[in-house]
């Protein structure tokens, strides 16, 4: 098992969003914005790695998150992008600098209220494996 694609998926992953053209102006990032956010933005979160690796060969699982935070009203808006992140990630064919990518699955989506209603903020969780 390794970590070494980590990155690689992660660098593949914020191409794919920051491409979409269902993104057109919407920003993805990787830390919370400083100042004034974006309206909507698509932020890559937290992943946690297992080790897949069988006689075949060295892989690993990649559990990661893709938040939509919006503070327009209702959750249309935060769920449409929702919508759009699953479309761009789900079976898409990423080329990786470290390890080959053998899929990305959505695996869980949470949709909550935040600052006491004013922010909608949608959790999904994908799996990615790759194999070494």
């Keep these: 098992m390794s970590y070494a694609a980590a ?13 979409w053209p269902g993104f057109a102006g919407v920003a993805v990032v990787d830390a919370m914005p ?3 956010a974006p309206e909507t933005f698509v ?17 690993a699982e990649h559990r990661f998150e893709v ?3 919006s503070t327009d009203t209702g ?14 990630l789900v079976g898409a064919s990423l080329t990786l600098a470290a390890g080959h990518l ?13 600052d006491e209603g004013a922010t909608r903020r949608i959790d999904l969780t994908f799996r990615a494996r790759i194999e070494f």
């Design 7 to 19: 990155t690689a998926l992660q660098v593949a992953v914020y191409g794919r969003l920051s491409g």
């Design 75 to 88: 959750f249309l808006s935060a769920k449409t992008a929702a919508a759009e992140v699953s479309q761009a």
């Design 34 to 36: 400083t100042g004034t």
């Design 43 to 59: 932020l890559i979160g937290p992943e946690a790695v297992v080790d897949q690796s069988d006689k075949t060969g060295a892989g």
């Design 102 to 114: 053998v899929g990305i699955w959505f695996q869980r989506a949470v949709a909550r209220r935040l």
């Design 67 to 69: 938040a939509v935070i």
